[in-house]
T-cell receptor, first 117, second 114 residues
Framework: EAGVAQSPRYKIIEKRQSVAFWCNPI?????LYWYQQILGQGPKLLIQ????????DSQLPKDRFSAERLKGVDSTLKIQPAKLEDSAVYLC???????????????FGQGTRLTVV | AQKITQTQPGMFVQEKEAVTLDCTYD???????LFWYKQPSSGEMIFLIY??????QNATEGRYSLNFQKARKSANLVISASQLGDSAMYFC???????????FGAGTRLTVKP
């Protein structure tokens, strides 16, 4: 079974530039999460999708971050314009959604390491 | 919203000994799941063990066990017979079933000494 795919693995941009990350979840997984993990910290939930609808984006800085999950499969996370403090690893995770098996874990991609200079 | 607290930034353990990593949580939900993940220096998040809020037995998976004390809202991870490959960051996470959010603690860095 293929895992969660993310690209690119690494990205370096200058502040005020824009950047986009892509995630392809495990086939059949209805729930998709984007996390921001700053070095030395735990993952911080940015947004949760259920199929193509947003369930929770309360911690997403909406003035600069946006995310979409068209057709309920792939997802993109965009930052525009980037700030120095956005330097982090952006993790995508997926799992079976509510109504499916309740105790399944989330599966994570390898992450995208963003450096803003 | 739920909150996860891991109070040990770093822990050391001698190879072959057991170690307990602490996790406490705060939630008003009655139905939730608790998870532990391992993150080696390579960066991937590896699922270790799960405990449901209604599970009466503590979860076990090989050398990993979860000391679940619901009244105290704690879900400590116990690693028995530590190995050098256990050196990594360990994260406690919780998912409330009513909204499917999955939130993480700050993590504990475990170092296994030979």
């Amino acid at each position: 079974e293929a895992g969660v795919a993310q690209s690119p693995r690494y990205k370096i941009i200058e502040k005020r530039q824009s950047v986009a990350f892509w995630c392809n979840p495990i086939s059949g997984h209805a729930t998709l999460y984007w996390y921001q993990q700053i070095l030395g910290q735990g993952p911080k939930l940015l947004i949760q999708f259920q199929n193509n609808g947003v369930v929770d984006d309360s911690q997403l800085p909406k003035d600069r971050f946006s995310a979409e999950r068209l057709k309920g499969v792939d997802s993109t996370l965009k930052i525009q314009p980037a700030k120095l403090e956005d330097s982090a690893v952006y993790l995508c995770a997926s799992r079976l959604g509510p109504g499916q098996i309740m105790n399944t874990e989330a599966f994570f991609g390898q992450g995208t390491r963003l450096t803003v200079v | 919203a739920q909150k996860i607290t891991q109070t040990q930034p770093g822990m050391f353990v001698q190879e072959k000994e057991a170690v307990t990593l602490d996790c406490t949580y705060d939630t008003s939900d009655q139905s939730y799941g608790l998870f532990w993940y391992k993150q080696p220096s390579s960066g991937e998040m590896i699922f270790l063990i799960y405990q449901g809020s209604y599970d009466e037995q503590n979860a076990t998976e090989g050398r990993y066990s979860l000391n679940f004390q619901k009244a105290r809202k704690s879900a400590n991870l116990v690693i028995s017979a530590s190995q050098l490959g256990d050196s990594a960051m360990y994260f406690c996470a919780m998912r409330a079933y009513n909204n499917n959010d999955m939130r993480f603690g700050a993590g504990t860095r475990l170092t296994v000494k030979p």
